[in-house]
């Protein structure tokens, strides 16, 4: 699965000789990782090798930034209902966003800083795609990020924040912010104010909060430190 996934093709084997069968690998994605999340894998070079997201859910999928629209990913992603909705949290992790517009008719949505030419809907502000889906600008990392945060209480954060390196709290990298370290700092305290407990970056670990409290004051701690 790791070769599968590897957005540069720089995993192979000791012996060249040796061939390896991906077949299985190349059809384990997406990837059920947490209730209603799963992991698409094939990340692509486009987008820096980063992390997307398919939100299963009964009013319409979501598809968090864009994998490399392979054709098993594509299968896969229909087997489980398609999606309704691409969310795309910023301007780095776009990739294959209109193949996947094409193979799959999904809406792309994306705030209007970001927002590559074309997408179907563009946000500005906090804004409920349903009732269950709340999209909140984060500027900082870029202008236009954006997190996206469901009624199951997860966060699909892009570049905006991830675990450290230990896993027992958050972290944002102010050598990869782009767009203004004030902003961002102010946008993570912010974004407390939206309850959720866990955290699905674009790049780096994935981090769980006991509860929202506790998520609320790990972003609150991590915006002071900033």
Known sequence: MALVTCPTSSIGTVRTMRKVDTARAARAFPEQVADGV?????????????????????GGNVLVDSPRAATALVDGIRALGGARWMFLTHRDDVADHDKWHAKLGCVRVA????APPGIERVIEDVTDLADDLRIVPVPGHTRGSCVL???ARNAFTGDHVWANDAGDGLEAGRSVCWYSWPA??????????????????????RFRARDVAGMQRELRRLAAAM
């Open 38 to 58: 799963y992991c698409c894998g094939y990340a692509s070079e486009r987008s820096y090798g980063a992390a997307s997201w398919l939100v299963v859910r009964p």
């Open 111 to 114: 705030h209007a800083d970001d």
């Open 149 to 151: 945060v469901d009624r």
């Open 184 to 205: 961002q700092r102010r946008s993570m305290a912010a974004l407390a104010d939206h309850g959720f407990v866990e955290v699905f970056p674009g790049h780096g670990r």
